[in-house]
C-alpha cells in the first residue's frame, strides 16, 4: 500500500483548503481499513487529526482542534481520502500526514503504529 497527499499550500487565516491521499492499493484492499490524518507543527508531536472508516463513510473521528472546521470524506471510486479544512487558522500550520491501518473496533484502539504512511504536505496559515 503507498499513499500520496496532496494539496497543501499557503493560505490566509479564515480561508480553506483540500488535502486528498491517493491509495495505490486496489479498492478491496482497504475494506476493513480505517484512514486518518495527522499533522506535525515544527517542534511539535505528531498529532492526530481525523479519521474515517473505509466501508463506512459516515463513520468518523475527530480531534477537537478539528471538529466543526474538518471534514474527512473518501471516495472508493478514487481510492482517495480527503480532507477539507475551513475557517483555518495560524495554529493548523503542520505538515498533514495521511495514514491508512487494519482495524476492526473503536476509534480510541486504532493501531496507528503499525500503519501505512505518505508522505506529508505542508499547510501554511498565515495570519
Known amino acids: 500500500v503507498q499513499l500520496q497527499a496532496s494539496g497543501g499550500g499557503l493560505v490566509q487565516t479564515g480561508g480553506s483548503l483540500r488535502l486528498s491521499c491517493a491509495a495505490s492499493?486496489?479498492?478491496?484492499?482497504?475494506?476493513?481499513?480505517?484512514m486518518g490524518w495527522f499533522r506535525q507543527a515544527p517542534g511539535q508531536e505528531r498529532e492526530f487529526v481525523a479519521a474515517i472508516s473505509w466501508s463506512d463513510s459516515t463513520n468518523t473521528h475527530y480531534a477537537d482542534s478539528a471538529e466543526g472546521r474538518f471534514t474527512i470524506a473518501r471516495d472508493r471510486t478514487k481510492n482517495t481520502v480527503y480532507l477539507e479544512m475551513n475557517n483555518l487558522e495560524p495554529a493548523d500550520t503542520a505538515v498533514y500526514y495521511c495514514?491508512?491501518?487494519?482495524?476492526?473496533?473503536?476509534?480510541?484502539?486504532?493501531?496507528?503504529?503499525?500503519?501505512?504512511w505518505g508522505q506529508g504536505t505542508l499547510v501554511t496559515v498565515s495570519s
Open positions: 495514514a491508512a491501518v487494519l482495524h476492526f473496533g473503536n476509534w480510541y484502539r486504532v493501531p496507528w503504529d503499525n500503519a501505512y
Open positions: 492499493a486496489s479498492e478491496r484492499t482497504f475494506s476493513g481499513y480505517v
